[in-house]
């Protein structure tokens, strides 16, 4: 199995959290992360608009919006990328709060966080694109059922 690339966006406006993120993925041993660095939430909607991007880390208290209202704008942006909270808070019901609200996963910005980072960026990452892959067949299975000229039944006896 090959190293991927994985094209991130990255909205941190705080410099040490950038050079410590940027730090933690290139430990990365099984794929090799291109970032885009923003520090706005509406630069990065622009970024979004004009690139292609494989995930999302996302700071959710920005200048120019905060908390859940940060995730739910980027998703409305941003096509069912998956996205990973980064927060200086360690506060489980915010991360719940977080993941509750479309988020993949919620890391700490952390000794620890930053030692977890690559790797949660990785399973947002597969486990979205096993979703689009579940999703698909579901689309061709409900196509095939609905536009049979036989009437078709499912039922356990």
Do not use: C
């Not at 000794?111 to 579940?134: C, D």
């Amino acid at each position: 199995m090959g190293v991927a690339t994985l094209r991130i966006l990255v909205r941190e406006d705080t410099p040490a959290d950038a050079l410590a993120l940027r730090a933690a993925l290139e430990q990365d041993l099984f794929a090799r992360h291109q970032i885009t660095l923003v520090e706005r939430l509406a630069d990065g909607l622009d970024k979004l608009a004009q690139e292609p991007f494989d995930a999302i880390l996302l700071d959710v208290d920005l200048p120019d919006s905060r908390g859940l209202e940060s995730i739910q704008r980027i998703r409305e942006a941003a096509a069912g990328l998956p996205i990973v909270v980064i927060s200086g808070t360690m506060d489980e019901t915010v991360a719940l709060r977080a993941v509750l609200a479309g988020a993949q996963d919620y890391v700490v910005k952390d000794t620890t966080g930053w030692a977890t980072l690559a790797r949660a960026v990785r399973y947002a990452v597969e486990r979205h694109n096993l979703v689009q892959v579940i999703e698909a067949g579901e689309s061709r299975f409900a196509a095939a059922f609905q536009r049979s000229p036989v009437g078709q039944i499912i039922t356990t006896l």
